[in-house]
């Protein structure tokens, strides 16, 4: 009877950890991962994306077949704090909280927590009387004329 009573606990158990919600990922590094379910064709729409936008002023946005990033800013001074967006080619949106400063002809961008000097999350430099914006993440570096 004993053995009887532990093989039906074990069966309960392990029906409640199958039916349990499965946890999203704790993100590092100030990622917020957003819990948009848009469609392709929603997430292209201007409105749309605009009424969904972070604060702050768009400074440019950069697509490619991987997706597109866009860089949000609301500036005090030479300073800002903003959103720097990334939307991958599946919908999949992740916001990262930056900082950034102008210096004489760029906008230099970190993660709101960075103290590395050397590297940045961003930069958006003038080219040719258009912007033009560098954008690191993950080891894969991006670079394009902003739209």
């Known amino acids: 009877m004993h053995k009887l009573s532990i093989a039906a606990l ?13 946890r999203p990922a704790a993100s590092a590094g100030g990622e917020v991962p957003s819990t948009d ?23 440019c946005r950069l697509k490619s077949n991987d997706g597109r990033v866009e860089l949000y800013l609301k500036w005090a001074d030479s300073d800002a704090t903003g959103v720097l967006r990334t939307v991958g080619a599946s919908g999949a949106i992740t916001d990262t909280r930056v900082r950034a400063e102008r210096s004489s002809s760029a906008i230099i961008v970190d993660e ?32 394009a004329e902003c739209e």
């Open 37 to 59: 379910t848009r469609d392709d064709a929603t997430s292209e729409s201007p409105s749309a994306a605009a009424a969904d936008s972070p604060a702050g002023d768009l400074v």
């Open 10 to 22: 074990l069966v309960g158990l392990g029906s409640l950890i199958a039916c349990a919600p499965a």
């Open 112 to 143: 709101l927590n960075s103290t590395d000097l050397a590297s940045h999350l961003a930069t958006v430099v003038a080219n040719n009387g258009k912007r033009r914006m560098r954008v690191v993440e993950m080891g894969n570096t991006r670079s």
